[in-house]
């Protein structure tokens, strides 16, 4: 039987980026971190890389921290805050480039 391999930091990155594509939140007024765990629990395969500590408060990913702050140094969210996706054209064409196809 071969062994799943274990899902990657980019593949996980693109997989969030097409999330917030096609179901914009708003991030002022919902936790980051609290809504991609309530996905990772009904979608655990999909989001499998996401860890995410829950002996918090609320939980907490740092994978999911680094990835916001990758999609901020690539200009594709708010570099204030993790509210606005820019450059959704850029971003269309990245995940297009990757296999997900999303409308433009």
Do not use: W
């Not at 907490?60 to 996706?85: E, G, H, P, Q, T």
């Amino acid at each position: 039987m071969a062994k799943k391999e274990r899902q990657t930091y980019q593949k996980v990155a693109r997989v969030i980026l097409e999330e917030l594509m096609r179901n914009p939140v708003d991030f002022r007024k919902e936790n980051p971190h609290i809504y991609f765990y309530n996905l990772k629990m009904k979608h655990p395969e999909k989001y499998e890389r996401l860890t995410f500590d829950t002996n918090g408060y609320e939980p907490y990913c740092k994978d999911l921290s680094r990835i916001f702050m990758d999609y901020k140094v690539c200009a594709f969210m708010d570099s204030d805050n993790n509210i606005f996706l820019r450059n959704k054209e850029r971003i269309v064409k990245y995940l297009n480039e990757h296999g997900i196809i999303l409308q433009q």
